[in-house]
């Protein structure tokens, strides 16, 4: 006579996969079920797609200080121009700065006098505005190499500190400053702030300053 489950002789984990605590421990799989067919012609609103913003970059400081450094450059040769193109401010107007270039050895000293005057004013003003900014600079480069290489014809040799009229401090500072506002470019307060390679100038202010350079050298080697 059989008297319990041990006298049939079974294997109870034919019946019960379940472990000795009494509930399965083995992971639950997610049971993925397809979206259920869409008529044709019918909308269906989906996510909109979110990019990440990259973070705006900070400049602190830098705005300003390409400002000041724009408005010193600028005004300086905004005020030059107007001492040459009209005599303002014991300037030595038209006729005085058609004799510099004579002496200098210019071709058509009145037509580059009057030339010359009118491109420092407004190379000096674009500055100030920071309109057309990598341009002006590059100009005002031109106009500090004719400069450099006039003192230089006059007193041939190198006379760096201004202490008389040979020397060559003045101009260089001011075609130094001049190339840093071409390769930084005029900032965000600047009438052309806005663009791009007004604050993140790279290929185009290569160019510029090249021009500015390519500029001046050929003054002076071609129309002399």
């Not at 990259?54 to 001492?83: F, I, N, S, Y």
């Not at 014991?90 to 058509?108: C, I, K, M, N, R």
């Not at 075609?175 to 702030?193: E, H, K, N, Q, S």
């Not at 021009?211 to 002399?224: E, K, S």
């Amino acid at each position: 006579m059989l008297e319990s489950d041990d006298d049939l002789d079974l294997d109870s984990a034919a019946f019960d996969s379940r472990p000795a605590g009494g509930f399965d421990s083995r992971p639950t799989e997610q049971i993925h079920r397809p979206d259920p067919p869409v008529a044709p012609g019918t909308y269906v609103e989906s996510e909109p797609a979110t990019a990440a913003q990259p973070p705006k970059a900070r400049r602190g400081t830098l705005d300003l200080g390409l400002l000041v450094l724009r408005l010193v450059v600028g005004g300086t040769m905004l005020v030059h121009g107007l001492q040459k193109l009209t005599g303002l401010w014991g300037g030595p107007g038209l006729d005085g700065f058609e004799s510099t270039v004579t002496d200098a050895g210019y071709q058509h000293p009145a037509l580059l006098a009057i030339l010359g005057s009118i491109g420092e004013v407004a190379a000096g003003g674009l500055l100030v505005l920071g309109l057309l900014t990598p341009l002006a600079a590059a100009a005002v480069v031109a106009i500090m190499i004719n400069a450099v290489l006039f003192k230089h014809h006059l007193e041939p040799g190198l006379q760096y500190f201004a202490t008389d009229e040979s020397g060559v401090e003045y101009e260089v500072l001011l075609g130094a400053a001049a190339v840093a506002i071409v390769l930084t470019g005029p900032g965000r307060i600047a009438v052309d702030g806005a663009r791009g390679w007004a604050t993140r100038p790279f290929i185009g202010s290569f160019v510029a300053l090249l021009l500015g350079v390519a500029g001046g050298v050929c003054l002076w080697l071609f129309v002399r």
